[in-house]
């Protein structure tokens, strides 16, 4: 039990570590789903391309959800954007800082998927084939415009009796492969320029103002888990103490039964009592609507001088 406890501590104290964690799992997620993915393009003039770009951007979008879904910091984002301000005011700048946190952790893994997508390059071949201009291959030049059609919308399928043996389907697809290529190397080297300049021009900006948003960015985070368990160490013990009382109820009708019931003094010595005079339902609803709408102010001088 004990190890268990170590291992959630480290979870909660080292959060953004482990995000990075699942991030980077996602990512080889996706390079991993891809590469057993079995790629079958219709070759139909009217299904390619909605096949084509459906592979290349929707499992990006399932991979953007699971990265939200997985980051617990969305969640206490939004709470921390919608919840009423209260007698603790709310800071636009520690939001927006957990936001762009969480948005550049959610898109790795879809920006993994772009790339490889385009650097294989059977998604844009499928994609637009049937776009290409046929004028500039010598193999479609004494062919009608259906049939150039039909042609073009083959050319991912090497193995169709239609363009099995036509010179100019190997033209085409090399000619998209090296498109899909370029735009893919395009966005990786995008992507790591500006990698490159975020991380080397951020020294320029204000630092004190970085360091207070990452700092209360933890701090809403850690507030919220101490928050809830909290509210669970209270629940079991108004459990405990509800059903003790039913018990107590019941002693008579349990003695008739012949049940040994414990004294009330035979509980459990050293045991924390963490219900602090909040001892009816009413009180706990209370008690929690209070924290949403009225926040206590961050400041702990008062506790201090108690």
Known sequence: MDRFRMIFQYFQ??????????????????????????????????????????IMFVPPIILFLCGLILNRQSLVMLEE????????????????YMCSSIMQRAMVAPVVWMVVTLLDGKCLICAF?????????????????????????????KDDE???NNTSRKAVSRYLRCWSQAVGWSILLIL??????????????????????RHWSNYIDIEQKIFEETCCEHSRLF????????????????????????REGEEAEGEED???????????????KTWYYEKPPLDVSQAHQR
């Open 274 to 288: 963490l219900l602090r005079g909040i001892t009816d339902q009413d009180q706990v609803n209370k008690l929690l």
């Open 162 to 164: 239609l363009v099995r």
């Open 129 to 157: 084939s049937g776009s290409v201009d046929p004028e500039k291959f010598v193999g479609f030049a004494n062919v009608s415009t259906v049939q150039v059609q039909q042609l073009l919308a083959k050319v991912p399928c």
């Open 81 to 96: 954007w919608r919840r009423p301000a209260g007698r603790r005011k709310k800071d636009l700048a520690v939001i927006r």
């Open 13 to 54: 104290s080292n959060s953004e570590s482990v995000m990075n964690g699942i991030c980077g799992l996602l990512a080889l997620a996706s390079v991993k789903m891809y590469t057993s993915f079995d790629f079958s393009c219709p070759c139909l003039p009217h299904y390619n391309v909605a096949y084509g770009l459906g």
């Open 239 to 262: 459990a405990h103490k509800c059903i003790l009382h039913f018990f107590e109820s019941m002693r008579q009708e349990i003695k008739l039964h012949s049940f040994n019931l414990p």
């Open 192 to 213: 790591i320029i500006a990698a490159f300049l975020a991380r080397w021009l951020r020294p320029c900006f204000n630092q004190a103002t970085l360091l207070q948003a």
